[in-house]
């Protein structure tokens, strides 16, 4: 099979194939941002937070009383937790992943020094460390000795009383690229916080512009009176434990709000909910276009074997095998959608670009082209395979006929 | 001639039924898709304050310090300080000015059956309520005086005063926010603009209504917790009260252009003013937005739902491409019955609307599935937790769009077909054949 009889076939259809080589092009070109912007979506959705999330149950409590003692509350409130049957570990703290209670700082590496980084704040009872299932990387936990109250009721001076923190690597890198951060010294406020340990990984409870991952743990005590408990548990027991939870603190102070609880599933969950509905949109875009093209490339082809009837009845009548029919709008076909792909390849780094400007998104890889040329070749072959196989069932005898 | 061409379109059809419903299967998806997406950006970008929102502005002063490094995108934050806004509000410049946070309290009602419950609002000062001309069922807003006493009053809205007082009249009578009682003033008519403009535009500002509204002195007096972000640069003081933590919405109402360049020059002579106090090191560089142009460049609307506005856009424009195509095949085969018309003494504009009239009529036909697609489309929209969800509905003006977008997609994707069909010269295809 030689391309120029197939390409002298195509130039006098110029203006349909044309039309045709557009729609491949702009499918191509849309298709390939579109597998870009669905793993980068998939990406996020996966990102562990560093938690041990399958095993956490959240409840949010606010003391009511107008002489509440919250440090006093929290400690009797986890003991009674504690007893719950299937409760392995409870903690209360404020800041969580995904859960926006974010109370971020700008971190210097000498008094009133600049800011390379800024990190999000989590504190919590002594527990939260085995709690939450951190993965301490590095270093050591906090010594009983190290935790001073947060201060939530004297402008969280808490930051200015306590002695060491523990850092993600995330943030660790940044602020000592290519050293190790135990032992160094950060000021989140005033006062020189030492580091004592490093976790990988943990994110920060909203998403940030810079650094999703940048978190500092100090060993400060919640004491304001609205404070989140997280009791660890068994995944089957998640729901009793909820239940028992919400139960036994109501009953050992009625005096309190409990709001959201719900399992680190969920509030996972309710967090990714619009990537998830992005990605279900991304899906049915791109089906959509492939499928339309699919369509386009098919009604066309169709058409081409009718109108060339006549034509290919006297290729037969003259030798030509069932097969070279066949081959011969297999190759049109790959033609056709072969030069829609390199039109298709500029245009999607077109697109690319406006992405990156207005969306913030990545350069497109190479890889992401291939994937969009591969699903159109086979489209285009599968799309054509029907009226080809038509076309190759047209007899010789065709061509004696003069209609 | 028009019932003529309409009859020969139908045979057309029936020649090509398949041809036919994937052409408009494709306009259907195609203008369906991208009528969702409209439908819910047009909702989203309405005006919460129609006939007000023309005078409505925010004032934008920057007291951060040089050394921060500016935010990459062009968002601006508008938060103010405690210091700012009591000078602004003195200052009383403009027609109307007041200066508002969010806050949300433990609400213990009267009645015993009624557990305490968390209901979220705003601490506003006076000039609120006529600046944003909030409809009241009963009693008012109060006074500058009020604000400076720091009173206890409250406006409820129509949700909580239900759920407080039932239908009794409630004006008055006291409702316990967190520890302390507060006089009822006033009661909002169901109150809740789309999206609450007024307060930090974030991923909640459509579908939550503020249910109470007090004195932000008096909050401030109280300790009451506040919502929202708080930016603070330098160390220790008093947060809430100093000048170094921003976290204040201040809003302006300003009748006319002039009046708003006057505030504009005002808000430069106070940048100056403060720099002479040692404050506001940044370049004299004070904006006023007006309430549209804020939504606009505080992204109300997600930046995801754009993109999912241009995709569906996108996924049109691919489908015109393939009706093109597919209506240019479709009349290039009956050249030969064209040529006999033309042969007969049709002209070229007699074919050019026969054909119109078919592209029309598939564009009609598809602008009635596009409208089923998108009623379905907003259907799922409304089943998503958004806030917006629930205004995802499409009204008269959007529903003639739809047909509007779906003939003028089919006449557009017929025009080259047409044009190539009607250029068939007369005898020479009666030739060939």
């Known amino acids: 099979m030689s391309f120029p009889p197939v390409i002298a076939s195509l130039a006098r259809h110029k203006l349909t194939a044309l039309l045709l080589i557009l729609q491949v092009s702009l499918t191509c070109a849309i298709v390939c941002n579109i597998a870009f912007m669905l793993n980068g979506r998939i990406q996020q959705l996966r990102q562990p937070s560093g938690v041990a999330e399958d095993e956490l149950v959240l409840l949010e409590s606010t003391d009511l009383d107008e002489k509440a003692q919250p440090l006093i509350r929290h400690d009797a409130d986890l003991a009674a937790l504690r007893t719950l049957a299937g409760v392995k570990s409870a903690a209360a703290v404020d800041g969580l992943p995904f859960n926006f209670r974010d109370w971020s700082n700008g971190l210097s590496l000498i008094p009133d020094g600049p800011t390379p980084a800024a990190a999000s704040v989590f504190d919590g009872t002594p527990d939260t460390l085995a709690t939450l299932g951190l993965h301490l990387v590095e270093g050591r936990g906090f010594l009983p000795s190290e935790y001073v109250p947060l201060g939530s009721a004297r402008n969280w001076n808490g930051i200015d009383q306590v002695p060491v923190t523990i850092i993600t690597r995330a943030l660790a890198d940044k602020l000592f690229p290519g050293q190790d951060a135990l032992g160094k010294v950060i000021y989140p406020d005033e006062k020189p916080v030492r580091i004592v340990g490093v976790v990988d990984p943990l994110l920060r409870p909203r998403p940030h512009d810079d650094g999703n991952d940048y978190v500092t743990v100090f060993p400060m005590l919640p004491d304001a009176n609205g404070v989140t408990y997280v009791l660890r548990t068994s995944p089957q027991d998640r729901e009793r434990v909820l239940a028992q939870a919400a139960a036994t603190l109501n009953h050992l102070h009625g005096n309190r709000i409990l709001r959201h609880m719900q399992s680190f599933t969920q509030l996972r969950d309710s967090f990714f909910h619009r990537d998830r509905s992005m990605i279900g949109l991304l899906i049915a875009a791109a089906t959509g276009l492939l499928f339309v093209t699919a369509l386009g490339i098919a009604g066309l082809a169709n058409f081409w074997v009718q109108q060339r009837r006549r034509s290919i009845g006297i290729r037969r009548a003259m030798g030509a095998t069932r097969r070279n029919i066949l081959r011969y709008f297999q190759v049109e076909n790959l033609l056709i959608v072969s030069t829609g792909i390199a039109f298709g390849a500029v245009l999607a780094y077109g697109l690319n670009m406006l992405l990156m400007q207005h969306y913030e998104q990545p350069r497109l890889p190479m890889f992401y082209l291939a994937i969009g040329a591969t699903a159109l070749w086979l489209l285009g072959q599968l799309a054509v395979l029907g009226p080809a196989l038509r076309a190759a069932s047209v007899p010789p005898v065709v061509a004696t006929r003069t209609t | ?433």
């Open chain 2, 1 to 433: 001639m028009f019932g003529y061409y309409l009859l020969l379109a139908a045979y057309s059809f029936k020649r090509n039924r398949i041809l036919t419903a994937l052409m408009i299967l494709a306009i259907g998806l195609g203008v369906g898709a991208s009528m969702t997406m409209i439908t819910v950006l047009h909702v989203m970008s309405g005006d919460p304050l129609p006939g007000r929102s023309a005078h409505l502005y925010v004032p934008v002063i920057d007291p951060h310090p040089v050394s921060n490094t500016k935010p990459k995108d062009a968002t601006i934050d508008a938060a103010m300080t405690w210091p700012d806004a009591i000078n602004l509000l003195h200052a009383a410049r403009a027609d109307r000015q007041a200066a508002m946070t969010a806050g949300s309290l433990p609400i213990r009602p009267a009645q015993g059956a009624l557990q305490p419950f968390f209901e979220s609002g705003h601490y506003v000062t006076a000039d609120f309520f006529p600046m944003f001309d909030t409809p009241f069922r009963a009693g008012n807003g109060w006074s500058a005086g009020d604000d400076q006493a720091h009173a206890r009053v409250v406006v409820l809205n129509a949700d909580l005063n239900r759920k407080l007082f039932g239908t009794a009249p409630s004006i008055g009578r006291t409702v316990q926010l967190k520890n302390t009682e507060f006089r009822v003033v006033g009661v909002l008519d169901d109150w809740q603009p789309q999206p609450t403009f007024y307060a930090q535009i974030d991923d909640h500002a459509f579908g939550h209504a503020d249910q109470f509204f007090l004195p932000l002195q008096t909050a401030l007096e109280l300790k009451l917790d506040f919502d929202g972000r708080m930016g603070c640069w330098g160390n220790g003081g008093d947060a809430r009260l100093g000048d170094q933590c921003a976290w204040l919405q201040f809003w302006v109402k300003l009748d006319g252009a002039a009046k708003a360049s006057e505030y504009h020059a005002f808000l430069a002579d106070y940048w100056r003013e403060q720099q002479r106090h040692g404050r506001f090191p940044r370049p004299v560089n004070p904006q006023l937005f007006n309430l549209m142009d804020w939504l606009g460049n505080q992204h109300v609307v997600p930046g995801d739902l754009r993109l999912q506005l241009w995709l569906a856009l996108g996924f049109l424009g691919v489908c015109m491409t393939n009706i093109v195509a597919l209506l240019l095949v479709k009349f290039l085969r009956r050249s030969g019955e064209i040529s006999v018309r033309r042969a007969l003494g049709a002209q070229r504009r007699d074919i050019f609307v026969q054909l119109g009239i078919e592209a029309g009529v598939i564009g009609l036909a598809g602008g009635t599935l596009g409208l089923m697609v998108a009623e379905a489309g907003l259907w799922s929209v409304r089943r998503q937790p958004d806030g917006y969800a629930h205004l995802a509905h499409m009204d008269v003006p959007m529903l003639l769009a739809t047909f509007l977008l779906a003939l003028l997609a089919s006449l557009l994707a017929g025009l080259l077909p047409a044009w190539r069909a009607c250029r068939i010269a007369p005898a020479l295809q009666l030739k060939t054949q």
